[in-house]
């Protein structure tokens, strides 16, 4: 009779701290490639759209966004429509994060559902320096940077309230003192480090 196997435990992945080298290895590395493209388009079409009083506006942009990021909202006319209804541009001029989370909160059937990678995206794209993006490749690495006390201890839902997540991001960039950096090439490295770390392939 042959004996069962104990199986191994899985072992972590631990990162790097996100030090000045980090952040500047992966800004380079996401300005090359289709990334260059993707956000070539982006801008030049929120560019060319800034505002969200028109509903036509606001689908182009959202499914643009959706599309290129893979956001996997199935109903974006609903989800454009939910935008166009909350007049979001005086928010986004006085640079109110609360836009993000009246964008995130829609109602899906019966339900209340949070799209908070989607609105930090979208607002994102409107001011760049002011909404840091969310994604499930950003959450997996600022919980292991908790894990491994890289940073100060925060709740994990904290990471899908937009100002809280702000808040975590920015302190990261005040602790290790990267405000030579741009908030998108934040977002590159934490995005892309992350992706490199947990993607399934690994």
Not at 60 to 73: C, E, F, M, P, Q
């Amino acid at each position: 009779m042959s004996k069962r196997r104990t199986p191994r435990p899985k072992q972590r992945v631990e990162p790097k701290p996100p030090t000045k080298a980090l952040v500047d290895g992966w800004s380079k590395d996401n300005n090359r490639g289709s990334y260059v493209d993707t956000d070539k388009a982006l801008r030049q079409l929120f560019d060319t759209f800034p505002k969200n009083e028109r509903l036509e506006d606001v689908l182009l942009k959202a499914t643009a966004v959706n599309s290129l990021y893979h956001t996997r909202i199935h109903d974006i006319v609903s989800m454009a429509k939910h935008i166009h209804l909350q007049k979001i541009d005086r928010g986004l001029d006085a640079e109110s994060i609360e836009v993000v989370d009246k964008i995130a909160l829609v109602n899906v059937g019966t339900k209340m559902v949070n799209r908070f990678s989607f609105a930090t995206k979208y607002c994102n794209w409107h001011k760049p320096e002011v909404y840091p993006i969310y994604d499930s490749y950003v959450q997996k690495l600022l919980m292991a940077y908790r894990r491994c006390g890289y940073i100060p201890y925060f709740a994990e839902e904290d990471l899908r309230r937009a100002k809280s997540f702000k808040g975590i991001i920015f302190a990261l960039r005040d602790q290790y003192k990267l405000g030579d950096f741009t908030l998108k090439q934040i977002d590159n490295c934490l995005w892309g480090y992350g992706k490199d770390l947990y993607a399934k392939k690994r």
